[in-house]
């Protein structure tokens, strides 16, 4: 249940971003760009990132969610539980495995990153850019956890199927972005000039 009495106990990112539609709208426009913008990594891969940043935080919403829009992005259904399990052993791409545990050192013990984590990304055969881009992943979905678990937002396994094929085919801006322009517009025609 929502910590938040004005939220329904129902209630998602979604609504969050509707009690505070100007203050949001940045963030969701930001989201586009990271997640389906130009990056080395494939919008799967980065819904992947997502997902296990938050699966470490142990944040449901975003993990359902986000786990279902790497599903959607072709994901094995399995792979997902075993990465979780033990990665090393998780039928994902092998290049991608020491980004993975770049972002969940970086996700739970973020003053012991060193060197070598960066080196053993770099030995896999990504590049400066690649490690820059799934820091901001990881990175924005610490956020989102922390926005998510903050509000007392649970995760619905009902749900996360259909908000994962609405991120993967729509995107965060088509999401969200229409949704918010029309409250911000209805804020400003009902604030006196």
Same mark, same amino acid.
């Given at each position: ?12 990112l979604?609504? $969050? ?5 100007? +203050? ?7 989201? =586009? ?12 891969e980065?819904?992947? $990132?997502?997902? +296990? ?7 449901? !919403?975003?993990?359902g ?9 072709g994901?094995?259904?399995?792979? !997902?539980?075993?990465?979780?399990a033990?990665?090393d ?8 495995k020491?980004?993975?545990?770049y972002?969940g ?13 960066a ?8 590049? =400066? ?5 799934a820091? $901001?992943?990881?990175?924005? !979905? *610490?956020?989102? *956890? ?15 199927? =259909? ?21 911000i517009?209805?804020?400003? =025609?009902?604030?006196?000039?």
């Open positions: 249940m929502p910590f938040l009495p004005s939220l329904p106990d129902d209630a998602t979604g609504r $969050i971003y509707d009690e505070e539609p100007a +203050y949001f709208m940045p963030l969701v426009e930001f989201s =586009e760009t990271v997640m389906r913008g130009p990056s080395p990594f494939s919008p799967g980065r819904e992947l $990132i997502a997902a +296990y940043t938050s699966g470490l935080n142990a944040c449901g !919403f975003c993990t969610a986000h786990r279902s829009a790497a599903l959607a992005f994901l094995d259904a399995d792979a !997902f539980e075993k990465m979780m033990d990665l052993g998780a039928p994902v791409d092998a290049r991608l020491p980004v993975l545990k972002v050192k970086l996700t739970l013990t973020p003053s012991k990153m060193v060197q070598a984590d080196d053993a990304v770099f030995d896999a055969g990504w590049d =400066e850019q690649a490690l820059r881009h820091i $901001i992943v990881s990175a924005l !979905f *610490n956020f989102f *956890n922390r926005v998510v678990d903050g509000h007392g937002v649970a995760g619905d396994p009902d749900a996360d199927a =259909e908000r994962g094929a609405a991120l993967a085919s729509m995107g965060y801006l088509g999401m969200h972005g229409p949704r918010l322009r029309a409250l517009g209805a804020q400003a =025609e009902s604030t006196p000039a």
